[in-house]
């Protein structure tokens, strides 16, 4: 919005408008007008509204909102540990996050600890769940949530490539593996 008083004179100039042209057109006051184009009045939606309607344009490009530019997610796969593949599905790291991982790994691994809860959705394929005790197999279609903090390894259920999608925050980063419970006699 630096420097939107410049592009405000230029519009005007580019239409061929005096300041009691456009109040006429805006209902804005000349005075009002004239300090908006000098940055000596700060906008509002109440002013831009009527200004963006006369010129034509839309808000984003009467106030010089950045230009998003691509909307797709450029996806680079990841080779992670025990033979897992990630592809990160947002632009970055945030409160959450989402990837598509392929899984073909079927031996076990260490149970992991960490801050939060998994979402995942198998998109294809059959997954093994281990959390804590308790083993799941999930088919194409099947969700899973759970709380992190749980011991858990997630592989496949018979050396196939699975496809799933998971969604967890940015806590989830700071994964720690867990000692492995002592064996009872």
């Keep these: ?107 076990p691994h260490e149970p992991r600890v960490h801050e939060g809860y998994e979402w995942f959705y198998v998109l294809s394929g059959r997954v093994r769940l281990r959390l804590g005790d308790r083993e799941v197999v999930l088919r194409a279609g099947e969700v899973a949530e759970f709380d992190c903090r749980q011991p858990h390894t997630i592989g496949s259920a018979d050396g196939e490539p699975a496809e799933l999608i998971s969604l967890f925050g940015k806590q989830g980063e700071r994964i720690h593996t867990r000692a492995a419970p002592p064996k009872r006699d």
Excluded at 58 to 64: K, Y
Excluded at 96 to 101: I, N
């Design 1 to 107: 919005m630096a420097t939107l008083g410049n592009r405000l004179a230029s519009l005007r100039a580019e239409h061929d408008l005096t300041l009691a042209e456009l109040s006429e057109m805006t209902g804005i006051s000349k005075s009002t007008l004239s300090r908006l184009e000098t940055d000596q009045r700060k906008p509002t939606l109440e002013l831009l509204l009527p200004l963006s309607r006369t010129y034509q344009v839309t808000l984003d490009d009467l106030v010089g909102a950045p230009d998003v530019g691509d909307p797709r997610v450029q996806m680079k796969p990841r080779q992670l540990d025990h033979g897992r593949v990630g592809i990160p599905l947002t632009r970055s790291i945030g409160p959450l996050q989402a990837w598509k991982m392929i899984i073909s790994d079927d031996r």
